[in-house]
């Protein structure tokens, strides 16, 4: 058996397809890009942090090394590096440190604290002279011995420009970056200062400072990232460092609230969907049902419209097609249950006339031996009618079949008073009337005495059939119009609605006894004549059938019509 999705399944996976998994897959990059877009924020807090520091040390140095130059720029300093030979050995000391002179000294005292020491050398790389803070004096330094920052200055000559020496400068962290001037961008940050050439820390840090060579790295079970910066001049290297998830632990809140609040939305909408589509396709399902069902061969089936969308279209649009179906296939019923009715009318013509042809023999025969003249008279009646028997069966029968009539001039009141004549004998049997109104003028129409006559006597035996003990059945005829109306009444018990709408169906009867053929081959009759019949009925109350008849100066001398229905 071949696997099929319903109509509302496919709707629903459409649904999932465009919608649910698209808003799960942006949940999903909303909790990863949580992370990414935190740490990309953190990195650029960092960024500005070291950017705000490198400002307070390039302003800080430049102030300290105006110091430094102008101490460079001593007379004493000058003239010591300028005018000794370098390759004088020092008179003083063996190793070239000399006592500095008071005027050097006291601009190295007239420096700010955060310098140590400093430390004057001559071109070939001897110190000349040394300068210290006496102990106490110096500032408190962040990591204590070792933590100083050696920083180098040229010393030039200031007439020529002649390189004399170089100016090596101790100095405290401080000076150049004091411990409150450093604001924290993220909780948690920590500040690195190395030199750029040593890779020297000169800061406290809690852990390894050679973690902080990494963009990113872990301690203590939290992911670090960083950022970092190099200045020329003073030569040193800044790190930023700080705690990755106390940062973007509120982008992942947001993150999984988002993420949630998308799966409800799509929950929700899928929730949604369900529901409409099935309210949407229930009239669907419906109209399927009522597909299958016809297809099945139940006619009477009917889809309700609701709503006037496609759906409600397609449901008055199968209703008209149903309906369509069933007049179409009613009248092939129709035509096929006369085609039949022909073929036994043929039958019974056949059967009818052999029986009476011999009767009409043997009473030709029996004339012969009559001498009584009322016999005789008797007879030649009885012949008469025989004749007339079968002239009335056979026209009946080809206008049954063909719905075609032989056209003359006729009277009605003569096919009616023959009707009225052959249905009393009915009326009686029953113990009920029938009486016929007085009948006008002369009522000319075009057509054939004998169906009409077979037409008003299925018409008036309908009625016996239809009424017990003293019941009554009226027969009127009137001029409407250029029309005749012959309208037959009865006191019967009247017809039910869903009986009636198969009064006039070949074969269709209610009594064991009937035929199911008066009616249908009245009808047959009146149209064969231009006319038709109306079917009126109440239950309870009584039926009255209704014909109508165009008179003959209406219908033309040469009527001959032909039923394109088949009825």
């Known amino acids: 058996m071949r696997f099929s999705l319903s109509f509302r399944t496919r709707i629903l996976l459409v649904v999932l397809a465009v919608a649910v998994i698209p808003l799960g897959l942006l949940g999903l990059w909303l909790t990863g890009t949580a992370q990414r877009s935190g740490e990309t924020l953190l990195r650029d807090r960092l960024a500005e942090a070291i950017d705000q520091t490198v400002t307070q040390i390039v302003s800080r140095w430049i102030g300290q090394r105006s110091q430094l130059l102008y101490l460079a720029e001593d007379d004493a300093v000058q003239r010591a590096l300028s005018l000794d030979p370098p390759d004088r050995v020092a008179q003083v000391d063996p190793t070239g440190v000399r006592d500095p002179p008071p005027s050097l000294v006291d601009r190295f005292d007239g420096l700010d604290a955060g310098v140590e020491a400093i430390t004057i050398r001559d071109v070939l790389g001897r110190d000349r002279w040394v300068l210290q803070r006496s102990p106490g004096t110096s500032a408190a330094g962040f990591g204590g011995a070792g933590s100083t920052l050696d920083l180098e200055l040229a010393i030039y000559e200031r007439a020529t420009g002649q390189h004399l020496g170089t100016l090596i400068t101790a100095f405290e962290p401080e000076a150049l970056l004091p411990p409150a001037s450093v604001a924290p961008a993220a909780a948690g ?89 099935s309210r949407m396709t229930r009239s669907l399902r419906r109209l399927s049902a009522a597909a299958e069902a016809v297809s099945d061969g139940d006619l009477d089936r009917r889809v309700e419209p609701v709503g006037d969308d496609e759906v409600g279209r ?118 009920a009337t029938l009486s016929l109104a007085p009948l006008p003028d002369p009522i000319a129409v075009t057509g054939d005495a004998g169906a009409l006559e077979q037409l008003f006597l299925n018409l008036m035996r309908n009625a016996a059939e239809a009424l017990d003990s003293g019941g009554e059945a009226t027969v009127s005829v009137e001029r409407v119009d250029g029309e005749v109306l012959v309208t037959v009444r009865d006191t019967g018990p009247g017809i039910p609605d869903e009986v009636r709408e198969r009064v006039f169906e070949p074969l269709f009867s209610t009594r064991p006894e009937g035929t199911g053929l008066g009616l249908p081959i009245a009808r047959r009759i009146a149209i064969a004549h231009g006319g038709e019949i109306d079917l009126e009925s109440s239950v309870g109350v009584g039926t009255t059938a209704r014909v109508r008849l165009r008179l003959a100066d209406r219908q033309g001398a040469a009527l001959a019509r032909s039923d394109p229905a088949g009825m």
Do not use: C, Y
């Open 189 to 277: 940050m920590i500040m690195g200062l190395f030199g750029a050439t040593t890779g020297i820390s000169h800061l406290p840090l809690p852990f390894d400072p050679f973690l902080l060579a990494e963009d990113r790295f872990s301690w203590g079970g939290v992911e670090w990232v960083t950022a970092r910066r190099t200045l020329e001049e003073p030569p040193l290297t800044l790190v930023a460092a700080a705690p990755l998830s106390g940062f973007t632990a509120p982008f992942e809140r947001a993150a999984r609230r988002g993420t949630w609040l998308l799966l409800l939305v799509a929950v929700t909408g899928l929730a949604l969907a369900a529901i409409l589509t």
């Open 314 to 431: 397609v449901a008055r649009a199968f209703n008209s097609m149903t309906e369509n179906l069933q007049t179409s296939l009613g009248e092939l019923a129709n035509r096929e249950s006369l085609a039949a009715v022909g073929e036994f009318a043929a039958t019974l013509a056949h059967e009818v006339r052999n029986p009476l042809t011999a009767v009409r023999v043997d009473l030709q025969f029996a004339e012969e031996g009559l001498e009584d003249s009322a016999r005789i008279e008797a007879q030649r009646r009885a012949l008469a009618e025989i004749a007339r028997l079968d002239e009335t069966v056979s026209r009946v029968l080809k206008v049954a079949r063909s719905g075609r009539i032989r056209a003359t001039r006729v009277d009605l009141r003569g096919p009616l008073r023959a009707a009225a004549a052959a249905a009393r004998p009915a009326f009686a049997q029953r113990a």
